[in-house]
């Protein structure tokens, strides 16, 4: 028997016989069965520096020793605190606040939390609504369901969703995206549709947009020039807050600290997770704005009635884990390995562009994904026999429904991610 991975998204099929994984070293897997395995997405984009970095595990097992847990309650150590700095210094500035959580999904929604606290504590109380992102993912709790694009993930659960939520178009257009490297030069119009939005409904209801920079859980979607610069703007004209999703994108898969330094837009908050502790411990939380720190504070403690954190939020293992990380991310200079191999990936991805059953390719950072041409009549059932392929000649490929993802880790050499490529380029001309 085995133990079945419960997947909301019913178009994905519950692979019949995942391979069991017994240890993992560097970019690598090993199964019970002594198969090694290509960690092609870092695990789901969370093990950057890869599997059992020694500076990980020795920063974990001198914590476990010294202090295992406490309350961030009533509270506090100094891990954690000097971890807030830490992550501050690395943030755009003016957001020098951090509030910590253990997901993404925890993180989403605490960040969804504090707009409207931020609100209400300045006497706008009446902006509730949220604006999300079609194709946008944001976890599985109900805050990030209900702001998440991915209709799938959400419809069984439409009676739970929050209300007040709007989801804008998203960007993603293979006639115009197919084979265009690195950020599309179009399409930054296609933010008209948060003008749209706040037209429809009066800005002074509307509390937050939430994005992600780059939509990664569909499949690379890459934002096109100006795109995040004219939400921004109009943001800032309706005194409506700007939350950036970096789960994905935020230490290190853009070639910066943050996709908001890599496109060079500061929002209100910044929702991270995964990178921050490689996959190790879990780890979340949210950056927020001077502004909206100092709010919090100011706001008198008895007005409203206000109680949010989490049994583990800052957890000290966590917060170790996420010292070392950085820590090598500075001593190995990680962020200039990460700019190194994008071209490498790129142009391994480009050279794709004339196979009959690549119909889209797209990258930026270490990250990228090619949309195979779906059998006719069964969405879904390509990509899912070329990751069973991928299993059978050494790869742990990501696919979700016909798009094949890619985000190696960034202690990858070059040859290994031209040897990811080109394994994927054999699997999907044998299905020719
Ligand atoms: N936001 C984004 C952008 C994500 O990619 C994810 C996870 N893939 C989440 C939120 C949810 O994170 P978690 O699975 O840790 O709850």
């Not at 006497?123 to 604006?131: D, H, L, P």
């Not at 739970?160 to 939520?165: D, K, N, S, T």
């Not at 206000?306 to 000290?316: A, E, Q, R």
Request: proline share 6%; with cysteine; glycine share 10%.
């Amino acid at each position: 028997a085995y133990w079945l991975p419960f997947s909301a998204n019913r178009r994905m099929k519950a692979n019949p016989a995942p391979r069991i994984i017994a240890r993992a070293k560097g970019p690598y897997y090993y199964t019970e069965a002594g198969e090694e395995l290509f960690d092609t997405l870092s695990g789901l984009w969370c093990t950057p520096l890869g599997h059992g970095h020694p500076r990980i595990v020795e920063a974990l097992k001198t914590q476990a020793e010294t202090l295992d847990y406490c309350t961030a309650f009533q509270v506090t150590n100094p891990v954690t605190v000097r971890l807030a700095g830490r992550i501050a210094e690395r943030a755009p500035q003016g957001l020098n606040h951090v509030f910590f959580a253990n997901s993404g999904s925890e993180s989403v929604d605490t960040a969804l939390k504090i707009a409207l606290g931020y609100h209400r504590l300045r006497g706008e109380g009446n902006r509730f609504r949220m604006i999300g992102r079609e194709k946008g993912y944001h976890g599985v709790g109900f805050g990030g369901m209900s702001v998440g694009g991915i209709v799938p993930n959400r419809k069984m659960f439409a009676s739970g969703m929050i209300p007040g939520v709007d989801h804008m178009r998203h960007t993603h257009d293979p006639a115009h995206m197919a084979f265009s490297r690195g950020q599309p030069t179009w399409g930054a119009d296609r933010a008209d549709d948060l003008e749209r939005l706040v037209a429809l409904h009066d800005a002074s209801t509307i509390a937050a947009v939430i994005v992600e920079p780059m939509q990664g859980s569909s499949g690379v979607i890459v934002p096109p020039v100006g795109y995040l610069q004219r939400l921004r703007e109009i943001c800032t004209r309706h005194g409506i807050l700007l939350i950036f999703d970096e789960v994905i994108t935020g230490f290190g898969r853009m070639g910066a600290n943050f996709a908001a330094e890599r496109f060079g837009v500061t929002p209100d908050m910044i929702v991270f997770a995964k990178a921050i502790t490689n996959g190790v411990v879990p780890m979340g939380g949210v950056i927020v704005s001077d502004e909206i720190y100092n709010t919090f504070m100011a706001g008198p403690p008895n007005a409203i009635e206000f109680c949010h954190g989490y049994t583990y939020s800052g957890h000290p293992l966590a917060a170790a884990v996420a010292h070392a990380v950085l820590d090598v991310m500075e001593e190995d200079a990680v962020l200039e390995r990460v700019r190194t191999l994008e071209p490498v990936l790129e142009e391994a991805v480009h050279a794709l562009r004339g196979l009959n059953l690549v119909s889209d390719i797209r990258n930026i950072g270490l990250a990228a994904a090619i949309d195979v041409v779906p059998v006719d009549g069964a969405p879904g059932a390509r990509g899912l026999s070329i990751f069973e392929k991928g299993l059978e000649s050494g790869l742990l490929l990501r696919c979700t429904g016909d798009t094949i993802a890619f985000g190696p880790p960034f202690i990858s050499t070059p040859e290994q991610i031209h040897a990811m490529v080109d394994g994927v380029r054999r699997l999907i001309q044998a299905a020719d």
